[in-house]
């Protein structure tokens, strides 16, 4: 039974490896260029062993995706248990979630048709991953607001609605950002901002 588990992890941890290296290959060539063949020499395997793992480029593609997102949210969730407000640990974990996940991609010569391809292949898989970084951020404002570091009394929306236009916010800097020294400045502006509004004096 023990070593089933191990085999399970190596597997896993296999197919982990060979999605992070495809989302290298798909930044460095974009998506209609890049090849499974690309994907499966970067990997260190062979073509047939990558159609083990997934049925087609645009799977894999969604696979790549997931585990950056997932990956990104892993990091958050670690860096807000470090010390700090909530405002700044919440602004911490937003740079380095879009650090893994998004800085890559916009940094990529393809960002913009990754992204596109991001919004219509993935977009399931997008939004399921905004609704659990969305719910993480959420977590941490509900628990700032009961031990009373911020008040959310006179808010006319729950926390989750306030971290939603918040993360909204931020997707509409992405939009505009002319450099990633300045999007995360901008990111940073905009979580102060917002944060400025429940830093701890009633709400009239």
Not at 78 to 101: N, Q, V
Not at 166 to 189: H, N, P, V, Y
């Amino acid at each position: 039974m023990k070593q089933a588990k191990s085999n399970k992890s190596q597997k896993d941890e296999k197919r982990e490896a060979v999605f992070a290296v495809a989302g290298d290959v798909f930044a460095r060539y974009g998506f209609r260029r890049t090849a499974m063949n690309d994907i499966a020499q970067a990997a260190g395997i062979s073509r047939p062993a990558l159609y083990l793992m997934v049925e087609n480029k645009e799977d894999l593609f969604s696979e790549a995706v997931t585990f950056r997102f997932n990956k990104g949210i892993d990091k958050a969730i670690s860096t807000l248990s470090e010390s700090g407000s909530i405002a700044e640990r919440i602004t911490a974990s937003i740079l380095a979630f879009e650090k893994i996940f998004y800085e890559p991609v916009a940094e990529s010569p393809h960002g913009a048709e990754l992204m596109d391809m991001s919004s219509s292949i993935a977009a399931d898989l997008m939004k399921k991953g905004q609704n659990r970084l969305e719910g993480v951020f959420s977590q941490a404002l509900e628990e700032a607001i009961s031990t009373g570091e911020v008040v959310f009394s006179g808010m006319p929306m729950k926390p989750l609605a306030f971290i939603h236009l918040l993360i909204s916010a931020i997707g509409g800097l992405k939009k505009q950002a002319t450099s990633m020294e300045g999007l995360r400045c901008q990111i940073a502006e905009l979580v102060g901002i917002f944060f400025k509004s429940i830093d701890g004096a009633p709400h009239k």
